[in-house]
């Protein structure tokens, strides 16, 4: 089935380990996107990339890094996790030809405690 | 002032009624997004669109490209239809969506 897979669906983690967010899509599409989502501040972006091998900065990059180094995976490392990392995090995709059609992963609910 | 505004946003409407969800957005885009959000759960794409209108079952879709606004109508509403819906601008610099704060639905029978 296409679309984008997540995992976990959910981790509980100790404040200052080191968490890996894994995200695949079977889709080819060339963008892909991770955002978190906090109540009241809606979604907000972290990372993206535009295509494999680049990268980029969203809003909230503080804490977060990402590697592109295909086009179907996209994961987002925590280096150190800290309790303002509690969130829900969403990947998403999006195909660079019209119509422009966006994906989203099920989400993956991460606590630190 | 964010650049996308949805409203409202909480609504609560009886089963069968008509339902009405805003978005205004200040931004250049290159298309409108309608996405739901059930509790707990995922996000699904309902509607992309740069122009006019779209339909899909109970639910339409229109723009105004000139008045920078959006509506999202549900005919008949349903429980089922009870979920947070979401409005978001192909408009990002970075190619990235820019998401209003969402709209809480809740349909009682």
């Known amino acids: 089935i296409a679309g984008i897979t997540q995992a976990p669906t959910s981790q509980i983690l100790a404040a200052g380990r080191r968490m890996t967010l894994r995200c695949t899509q079977d889709m080819r599409h060339n963008a892909m996107y991770w955002y978190r989502q906090d109540l009241g501040l809606g979604l907000r972006l972290i990372h993206y990339s535009n295509t494999a091998g680049t990268t980029g900065k969203g809003e909230v990059p503080d804490g977060y890094s990402v590697s592109r180094a295909n086009t179907d995976d996209f994961p987002l490392t925590l280096a150190s996790a800290v309790p303002s990392q509690t969130s829900v995090y969403f990947c998403?995709?999006?195909?660079?030809?019209?119509?422009?059609?966006?994906?989203f992963g099920s989400g993956t609910r991460l606590t630190v405690v | 002032k964010n650049e996308v505004e949805q409203s409202p946003q909480n609504l609560t409407a009886q089963e069968g009624e008509f339902i009405t969800i805003n978005c205004s957005y200040s931004v250049g885009i290159s298309a409108l997004h309608w996405l739901q959000q059930h509790p707990g759960g995922g996000i699904v794409s309902l509607f992309m669109l740069s122009s006019g209108k779209k339909k899909h079952g109970r639910l339409i879709a229109t723009i105004n490209i000139q008045e920078k606004h959006s509506s999202l109508h549900i005919t008949a509403s349903h429980p089922r239809d009870s979920a947070v819906y979401i409005c978001?601008?192909?408009?990002?610099?970075?190619?990235?969506?820019?998401f209003g704060k969402g709209t809480k639905l809740s349909v009682k029978p």
């Open positions: 998403a995709s999006s195909d660079s030809r019209f119509p422009y059609g966006y994906t």
């Open positions: 978001a601008a192909s408009g990002g610099s970075q190619g990235n969506l820019i």
